[in-house]
């Protein structure tokens, strides 16, 4: 198939025999007068004629400018190229360290290898959430000479008819306030004791210290950002120095309980070589030996 004399000559025009010039298409700026003058158009519509008579001139006289501009065909301008070569550099030090186990294709084994059980974190939650009854009936006995108010207090927070209630409707016995604070008691308490049932074996040293002061302290700030969305009447009316103790005092039982319960092994530990499951003290050496020999030929 050949080539007509027009494709020849703008072959001929769009290629350039200098390997350091690239074409690029020549800048216009009639699409911008185009653009102007079509806004114009629109503008005259709710403005004056005149306006939109000039939008018109302007819209025609870039459409003609634009044409000529690409037709027959475009227009290019050579643009010369400068090669550079970057030497790219960072100041960044980069240290060499030397790994203390053998590079192999085991899967990273992931802490901790022991946890405890489920049963655990519930026992653990029940006995907690009883402690909690403590200082909260404490509260209730020392500011409003009540048995009921705390757990009134609490089931407020599930009944919209209770949002206005007084102190005095508070402080006396309710049956399904009692009932409504047993269960949000309970279902809160076996959750807590479930995350610390998890969480407690990551902290191997001191439990205590971080299931009685640290995690309640954690719990009192997340409660203290969202109550007030959550219960209204809650927030309005809580002690926080009692609330606090209370988080203290589940944190210290439920944490002594579930640290009485033995732990039970993961699949992570049966990962480890055998050496280190049977609780020899090698020498990293002679820990990779066996890590070698234990390791299917």
Known sequence: MGFSPRDKRMQDQHTSSDPNVIQLPRPTAWPLVLAIGIALIFTGMVTNIAVGALGLILSIAGSVGWFLQVLPHEAHEDVPVSLEEIQV??????????????????????????????????????????????????????KYHSLWYS????????????????????????????????????????????????????????????????????????????LGIVSPILNQRIDWFWFVMSQVAFGLVCGYVVNLHTRVRTPQFQALPFAVRAGLHINPDESQDHTKEDRPQ
């Open 89 to 142: 550099s960072t100041s960044r030090t980069l240290m060499e360290r030397q790994s203390l186990h053998p590079a192999s294709a085991a899967p990273r084994k992931i802490l901790p290898v022991e946890t405890f059980r489920i049963t655990t974190g519930i026992r653990g939650g029940i006995a907690g959430g009883t402690a909690m009854v403590v200082p909260a009936t404490l509260f209730s006995l020392l």
């Open 151 to 226: 757990v009134n207090l609490l089931a407020a927070g599930g009944f919209v008819s209770w949002a206005g209630a007084s102190d005095a409707f508070l402080s006396q016995f309710h049956l399904q306030g009692v009932i409504a604070g047993f269960l949000i008691q309970g279902f809160v308490s076996l959750l807590v004791g479930l995350l610390y049932g998890a969480m407690l074996p990551m902290f191997p040293r001191y439990p205590i210290l971080t299931a009685g002061f640290m995690a309640p302290l954690l719990i009192t700030g997340i409660v203290h950002s969202a």
